[in-house]
């Protein structure tokens, strides 16, 4: 199995109406919101938030205070965790 592309920035989550989610990865926070997004993951069924990411609630997103490693391997869920 091939490695997985591992995106490192600050995490955005949003709920669709259809009960998946969508994950954007920035660059940065300004005034709580996320600028400078480099990657987006849709449609995405099931994301796995690890040990010390602190989610904060943002209008329709939530998102990550700190920078994180978000990468998804087939099969399992998208993967939300700290830099490693």
Known sequence: MANPRIDRGFAAVKQEPDGTRTVAVGRTLIHGRLAGVFAEHHSVAAVRIGP???????????????EVEVFRIEGQPLTIRPVS
């Not at 010390?52 to 700190?66: E, I, K, N, R, S």
């Open 52 to 66: 010390g990411v602190a989610l904060t609630a943002a209008g329709p997103f939530t998102h990550t205070d700190h």
